[in-house]
């Protein structure tokens, strides 16, 4: 079975002049991962809502699903929920069960600042559990998510409900006292015997035990592990160290 293609679209100016640290692509890595979608691709782009709205439109096209973080709060430099509508071709409208959780919200102290946030392009669902009722706003393919990470992490199980269901990728390592130039012909002949097995490898500076961690990830769990079976086993011998499951 061929994974779900993914891809991610990263916005923030903030980003790009090392103002904050993006931590969001790692959470959604994980957890696309865990779910049996492949992250494929990863773009950070500014807030400048024509490029925004290219992006997505051209990525929406070539993956199954994208996920946006970043840009969707009230303030000027917030054009993600514009672009979108952009995108697609719709406008951005006020969503009712949004504008009712702001003003539920903020009570006497909502402004129209605040009311900005309820905006949507038009069209989309709205995707909520009980745990987090605030709703996450999903436009065709893509998945509009807020950039704070505390907030984004939290959005992590409405995705895993609502796009679950696929194998899961299995990961296998091996650790090696070997270096990367010695262990390249072994590895070339298992990546050619295994095409339908990812073959990673990484080296490890100042690890007293080993020098590298080999994995090997895919969807078919006997793949996996026939490919890092025979790898190990081409290992000269005290030379692997450890044998694990990622």
Not at 136 to 158: C, D, H, R, S, Y
Not at 168 to 192: C, H, I, N, W, Y
């Amino acid at each position: 079975m061929t994974p779900k293609r993914a891809a991610a679209l990263v916005i923030g100016n903030e980003l790009l002049s090392g103002k904050i640290a993006e931590l969001n692509v790692l959470v959604l890595a994980r957890t696309l991962r865990s779910i049996g979608i492949a992250l494929e691709r990863v773009l950070m782009i500014p807030d400048e809502r024509a490029l925004i709205a290219r992006e997505v439109r051209e990525l929406s096209a070539a993956h199954d699903v994208v996920f946006t973080s970043g840009g969707v709060g009230p303030t000027h430099d917030d054009v993600t929920i514009d672009a979108i509508s952009d995108a697609f071709g719709v406008s951005a409208e006020v969503m009712p069960e949004l504008e009712t959780q702001l003003r539920a919200y903020y009570r006497e102290t909502i402004t129209e600042g605040h009311l900005l946030m309820a905006r949507a392009p038009a069209g989309s669902r709205l995707l909520a559990n009980a745990e987090h009722p605030w709703p996450t706003i999903v436009k065709e393919n893509v998945w509009i998510l807020p950039g704070v990470p505390q907030i984004f992490a939290m959005k992590m199980p409405i995705i895993t409900a609502e796009l679950g269901g696929a194998p899961r990728f299995v990961s296998l390592a091996v650790f090696t006292t070997l270096d990367e130039g010695l262990l390249k012909p072994l590895l070339d002949r298992v990546v050619a015997a295994h095409p339908a097995v990812e073959v990673g490898s990484y080296p490890k500076w100042h690890e007293p035990r080993y020098k590298t961690k080999l994995t090997f990830d895919g969807i078919d769990a006997v793949a996996v592990q026939r490919a890092r079976d025979s790898f190990a086993a081409s290992l000269p011998q005290g030379t692997q160290i450890d044998i694990d499951e990622e």
